[in-house]
């Protein structure tokens, strides 16, 4: 099946600084997403991407998706961005979605 | 417009026992997906039912059991519940079966003691 992996796993940052997470996968795929999981636990979804480039505010997302990486942007970040940043994606064979997530990357952002 | 619903939120479970978890998805979309989340890791699919049939299926053991009815709602089912089953488990909703972006729920918070 295929593989995702995230980088990094863990992130640390102060107010105001800008970061790029990664999200490798091993195949082609037909979705791919990014989440972030707030600390009540839920889902909340940033991106459908699974190619191209999109931005929305203060994040932004790139996918390639022939080398098979993503790349989500956070600028200017705030505390309220802390929690856990999510890839998932999905290869669509049979004709249904079986999003495999990465590990994550947990952000902490400090005043 | 209200978006994936689940319930209950949290509950508590015996060894043994069995739970069902309830979920709406957003209006007009007919693909409903379940998925747990064990914690410090990223959620695993369970199941994916469109249009009232089982699309796709995780590798969970026959203690899972799910179903769609004709208003699109799911419930989830799991039997003999282990100490292991104790997780988050999320529903998700999306137009279509495949190439859709998925949302998801609150989800449910289930221990097993």
């Known amino acids: 099946g295929i593989q995702v992996e995230q980088s990094p796993p863990d992130l640390i940052l102060q107010e105001g600084a800008n970061s790029t997470l990664r999200c490798n996968f091993s195949?082609?795929?037909?979705?791919l997403q990014w989440f972030h999981q707030n600390p009540w636990g839920q889902l909340i979804n940033l991106f459908y991407?699974?190619?191209g480039t999109k931005q929305n505010g203060r994040l932004s997302a790139t996918t390639v998706a022939t080398e098979r990486y993503s790349l989500l942007y956070i600028s200017s970040s705030q505390t309220t961005d802390s929690g856990v940043y999510f890839c998932?994606?999905?290869?669509?064979?049979?004709?249904?979605?079986?999003?495999?997530f990465g590990a994550g990357t947990r952000l902490a952002v400090h005043p | 417009d209200a978006g994936v619903t689940q319930s209950p939120t949290h509950l508590i479970k015996t060894r043994g026992q069995q739970v069902t978890l309830r979920c709406s998805p957003i209006?007009?979309?007919?693909?409903v997906s379940w998925y747990q989340q064990v914690l410090g890791q990223g959620p695993q699919f369970i199941f994916q039912?469109?249009?009232?049939?089982?699309?796709g299926r995780g590798n969970f053991p026959d203690r899972f059991s799910a179903r769609q009815f004709p208003n699109y709602s799911s419930e989830l089912n799991v039997n003999a519940l282990l100490l292991g089953d104790s997780a988050l488990y999320l529903c998700?909703?999306?137009?279509?079966?495949?190439?859709?972006?998925?949302?998801f729920g609150e989800g449910s918070w289930l221990t097993v003691v």
């Open positions: 195949d082609s795929v037909n979705n």
């Open positions: 039912y469109y249009e009232k049939e089982e699309r």
């Open positions: 998700a909703s999306s137009l279509g079966s495949s190439g859709n972006t998925i949302y």
């Open positions: 209006s007009g979309h007919k693909s």
């Open positions: 998932a994606v999905a290869a669509g064979s049979g004709g249904y979605n079986k999003l495999i």
């Open positions: 991407i699974p190619s």
